[in-house]
């Protein structure tokens, strides 16, 4: 659902890039509350990840492929304003980078990519994990399901930018049509992706999942003949991987998938690019300012004739790009906090 330079006219690719502006300030503020000592390591790591398996676009119907988008699974894992942060810098990097997704449309992408699935998914996951059973499992049905309807919202949010500033003369009824109906069928995949990566990290280090804490149950004793909570110190420890052991699996594992695994990757158009094909939305497209300069753009190496090689070292180039983007920027976000939390930053007497 990256969108190109010349779909959405400047003034709405404007305003939504204030809109961006503004929500990347916010969540700056709101991500120094969720960055804690469990957080902190995972957010880079969720950004690469992230980065890594939207290279792995599947099919989804005669000609049309999806990928992930990502709100979701970030919101869930870090927090949601730490997951509008993973987003945007997984956006930035291919922006700037692989020259996928306008530059002057970077506005709009932030604000439906990032923004839209981000906070959709969010409110979805909380509402449904405050009626589900108190279980891991719930954490998973509810993170499916959020996920799901992400990316529909997601090209619902399109639709409209579109109707206000669209550049060609497309009925948007037949692009609503379009964009949702090929969007719920992308979501199902992308709903799929972040349970299995949620059960996954839920089943190693549930202390780890932003979205489940909380849901645990404190350990009963009975003393007297009455339950009371037990000690926090007398509680099962459910997982015993360190952070470590998580970090390094998780990059190995985003190494893997855009290195390798990417190259099997369905070469169909994606769900925005098959609509804009069809309905005539890419009339006025624009050619990416880097197309022509970076080295990297169309996710492959420039001067490298072979296509798995080119691909592959693109990929692991990206990974690390973001990884190290992403640890730097959520690095200063948890020293902010803590220099906020220091006793010299309180005031006298406190």
């Known amino acids: 659902m990256h969108v190109p330079d010349g779909f959405i006219n400047a003034p ?3 305003v939504t890039g204030v809109v961006a502006a503004g929500a990347i300030a916010v969540s700056l503020r709101g991500a120094r509350r969720e960055l804690d000592e469990r957080t902190a390591p995972l957010a880079g790591l969720v950004a690469a990840f992230i980065f890594a398996v939207q290279m792995l676009n599947f099919p989804v119907a005669a000609g049309t492929s999806g990928h992930l988008l990502g709100g979701a699974l970030a919101a869930i ?6 997951g509008v942060l ?10 700037i980078l692989f020259a996928d997704g306008g530059l002057t449309a970077l506005g709009v992408n932030i604000t439906d990519m990032a923004i839209v699935t981000t906070v959709v998914s969010y409110a979805l996951f909380r509402g449904l994990v405050k009626v589900l059973p108190r279980k891991r499992r719930s954490v998973t049905v509810a993170a499916f399901v959020a996920a799901l309807l992400s990316v529909p919202a997601a090209a619902l949010a399109f639709t409209f930018l579109y109707a206000i500033g669209g550049t060609t003369d497309v009925a948007i009824s037949k692009v609503a049509t379009a964009m949702i109906g090929v969007h719920v069928l992308i979501g199902i995949g992308e709903a799929a992706i972040t349970a299995l990566t949620v059960g996954a990290v839920i089943a ?5 999942v932003y979205g489940a804490r909380g849901l645990q149950q404190r350990l009963k004793l009975r003393v007297n003949g009455e339950l009371v909570d037990a000690p926090t110190a007398a509680a099962p420890v459910a997982a015993r991987s360190s952070h470590r052991t998580v970090w390094i699996t998780g990059l190995v594992t985003s190494l893997v998938l855009a290195g390798f695994v990417s190259f099997y ?20 497209a624009e050619k990416h300012a880097t ?18 090689v080119s691909g592959g070292l693109a990929g692991v180039i990206g990974v690390g790009v973001t ?24 005031p006298e007497g406190v």
């Open 12 to 14: 709405v690719s404007a």
């Open 77 to 82: 894992l870090v927090g949601p304003f730490t």
């Open 86 to 95: 993973c987003v945007s810098v997984v956006l930035l990097m291919q922006g």
């Open 204 to 208: 190693v280090r549930p202390d780890l």
């Open 265 to 284: 990757a369905s070469a169909d158009p994606d769900g925005l690019e098959k609509v804009a094909r069809d309905k005539g939305i890419d009339a006025k």
């Open 291 to 308: 197309e022509d300069s970076s080295p990297l753009a169309g996710y492959g190496v420039k001067d490298i004739s072979d296509a798995r």
């Open 323 to 346: 990884v190290v983007a992403g640890t730097g920027v959520f690095w200063v976000l948890r020293r902010r906090r803590t220099a906020d939390a220091s006793p010299a930053s309180l």
